[in-house]
């Protein structure tokens, strides 16, 4: 069975600081990808970035990066440089499996709460 | 910009009540998604669609139905509403890419009294 599993519900970070959230996943698809999500407290979903399981370099989209390990099934976002505006809740998300890649369905993670403090 | 909109923002209704909930998509995605939401709980997948008459059950189904009688618009139908329905509900499409990202609308949060 596929699993995203998020281990930290709250974080701070200091403002300008880089921060780490984590995600392990578990699948035994060969093909899948791997998504973040960040909701601010309006409550929308916003797609930050995307990693797929061939990909050989590490995704980033300007201030976010993924560290993609898959050795280890990890898929951790790193956040450069922390904004105020960066506070929400982020969520990591996994689609995998032919069936999966044809629908788009997605299984997500618990969530962290980031908050950074100025 | 992918545009998903969701017909309201706030919704308050008693118990036993027929509810629906509209979601509408301007990119002519082939996948479509309903979900919910609840503190501790993640995103629940309830229905989603992957073509106009299309439907398959996510993970929580009982208790809903869905429509997608036309490619843009994804119906929820909560039949005869419960106070457990209380939840923020989510609607998403997807391209149908490789990539296949999903795009989200801003969420209708709804009260069953």
């Known amino acids: 069975a596929q699993k995203i599993t998020q281990t930290q519900p709250g974080m701070f970070v200091q403002e300008k600081e880089a921060v780490t959230l984590d995600c392990t996943y578990d699948?035994?698809?060969?093909?899948?990808?791997l998504f973040w999500y960040k909701q601010p407290s309006s409550g929308e979903m916003i797609f930050l970035i995307y990693q797929g399981s061939y990909d050989q370099q590490n995704a980033t989209e300007g201030r976010y990066s993924l560290n993609f390990q898959k050795a280890r099934k990890s898929a951790n976002l790193v956040i450069s440089a922390s904004q105020l505006g960066d506070s929400a809740m982020y969520f990591c998300?996994?689609?995998?499996?032919?069936?999966?890649?044809?629908?788009?369905?997605?299984?997500f993670g618990q969530g962290t709460t980031l908050q950074v403090k100025p | 910009d992918v545009k998903v909109t969701q017909s309201s923002r706030y919704l308050v209704k008693r118990t036993g009540e027929k509810v629906f909930l509209e979601c509408v998509q301007d990119m002519d995605h082939e996948n479509m998604f309903w979900y919910r939401q609840d503190p501790g709980l993640g995103l629940r997948l309830i229905y989603f669609?992957?073509?106009?008459?299309?439907?398959e059950k996510g993970d929580i189904p009982e208790g809903y139905s869905v429509s997608r009688e036309k490619k843009e618009r994804f119906s929820l139908i909560l039949e005869s509403a419960s106070t457990n329905q209380t939840s923020m509900y989510l609607c998403a499409s997807s391209p149908g890419t490789a990539k296949n990202e999903q795009y989200f609308g801003p969420g209708t949060r709804l009260t069953v009294t």
């Open positions: 998300a996994m689609r995998g499996g032919d069936y999966s890649s044809n629908t788009g369905k997605l299984i």
């Open positions: 669609s992957y073509d106009v008459k299309m439907k």
């Open positions: 699948t035994s698809d060969p093909s899948y990808g």
